[in-house]
């Protein structure tokens, strides 16, 4: 079984910087991307970066374009996400995700880690 776990998340001021990472364990898969979704209160879970595994493919939500950064390390199986110039709406629970080659979607999900931004 593949389990994915977030780090880096905390309390930062408005303007401050985080670096979340999202490490996978146990049973080896062929994954065919990797993602960071977030969820606040009230709101609806969205898409945040995504990064293909094989190839240099990114994805950013408009609301994070500039100032955040997906990277991935494939031969330690782990994939990072640096937070710059952070805003008190990028407060969420923010979660790692991973599409397996075989799957429509993103199927495997971390615990989430939570980011808040005070002002």
């Known amino acids: 079984q593949v389990r994915l776990v977030e780090s880096g998340g905390g309390l930062v001021q408005v303007g401050g910087s985080l670096r979340l990472s999202c490490a996978a364990s146990g049973r080896p898969f062929s994954r065919y991307a990797t993602a960071w979704f977030r969820q606040a209160p009230g709101k609806e879970r969205e898409i945040v970066a995504s990064i293909r595994w094989s190839g240099p493919n990114t994805y950013y939500a408009d609301s994070v374009k500039g100032r955040f950064h997906i990277s991935k390390d494939v031969s330690g199986n782990t994939v990072a996400l640096q937070m710059n110039s952070l805003k008190p709406e990028d407060t969420a629970v923010y979660y790692c995700?991973?599409?397996?080659?075989?799957?429509?979607?993103?199927?495997?999900w971390g615990q989430g880690t939570q980011v808040t931004v005070s002002s």
């Open positions: 995700a991973a599409q397996r080659v075989e799957s429509p979607k993103y199927d495997t």
